[in-house]
Every structure is written in C-alpha cells, then in structure tokens.
C-alpha cells in the first residue's frame, strides 16, 4: 500500500509543479521594488546587531533604501542607500553620515533560494561628518568594499519556506527575471 503511495505523491507532485510552471510562465511570481525594501532593510539590521554582538568596532544603520528594479528596461537594480557609520572607539562614537548609489545584477541562488545583488557598480557617493562633507575616495571606497561584501553574502530576498507556492518554487528549477519595479520567478531555461 505504501509503495503504491509514494508513486501517486510524486505523479501529484510532478502534475503540480507543470501546472505551477505552465502559470508561471503565463503570470510569474514576482516580488515588489517595496518587499525588496524592506527585506533589505531588516536584513541589514540584523546583519549589523551579529556585527556588534562579534565585537565589530562599526555599526552600521539604514535610515533609507531606496531599490529601483529594471530601470530603462535594464536587468540591474539600482539601489539608493542612505544611513550612519559609526565607529565605537574608546567611549566615543564617531557617526558618518553617507550616501551611496550602487547599480548590480539581481541573481537568483537555487541552493540558497534567495536573492542576492551581484557585480555591484558604485554610482555616486557622500560622506558627511563633523570633520569632512563631500566625497572622500579612500572612505568611500572602503564603505563600498563593506556594502558590496555585505550585498553579495546577504540576501535582498528569500523564499518563504512557510509559503506553499514560494516552497514549490524552492523545488522546481527557477531563475529570476528583472521587469520595471519587480523581480519575477520564471522557470529556468
């Protein structure tokens, strides 16, 4: 009995993922510039409490993230962010106000299911501190190290496993595909 199951759960299974594949490929599963936000934002704030809690000397807060998907129909996403370094040395904290604008590639990671921002291009860039305001090369390129390290080991999105569809997807062979203001899930060629 229990042999004959299995095979009637994978036929189920494979019926669903088709049908799943034949939608998907009608009307894709895609996430919003908004959810990538906000997505990012959390996990950049929790990136920075594991930083703070190893004993890292920086933290580092958000005040804004801007993400704009597909713009002018390209594949990138083009990601304003705003926020506060802050050096924690002896009993002073010493906050640098910056700005940066980075453009990358939206890549889709199967094993990991989750997205994550690739080949990271700096854009324009500023630093404002009690001692210097405009664009300071060598710290703004050192904070362009961190954000594009951090961006390209931390997700901007990952499926939710708690999510029948989202975990069909996890299952399936998926890719993502940059539209204007969204990233969609379509099978992978």
Known sequence: MINMIKPALRALTLFT?????GCASLSPYSISEGEVEQHLKDAVAKYDRDQLQSGSPLSLSL????ITLGPDGRDVAV??????????????????DLALKVEGAPVYDSQEKAVYIRRLQLLESSVDSPFF?????????TVMRVVAQMLETMPV????????????FGVV????????????????E
């Open 17 to 21: 993922v088709v049908l799943a594949s």
């Open 63 to 66: 005040t804004g993230a801007d």
């Open 79 to 96: 990601i304003d962010l705003k926020g506060q370094v802050a050096l924690n040395a002896l009993l002073a904290k010493l906050p640098v």
């Open 133 to 141: 305001k405009g664009d300071l090369a060598p710290v703004t390129d």
């Open 157 to 168: 999105y990952r499926l939710d496993e708690t999510d029948p569809a989202q975990r069909l």
């Open 173 to 188: 062979p998926m890719d993502i595909r940059v539209a204007p203001g969204r990233l969609e899930f379509v099978m992978a």
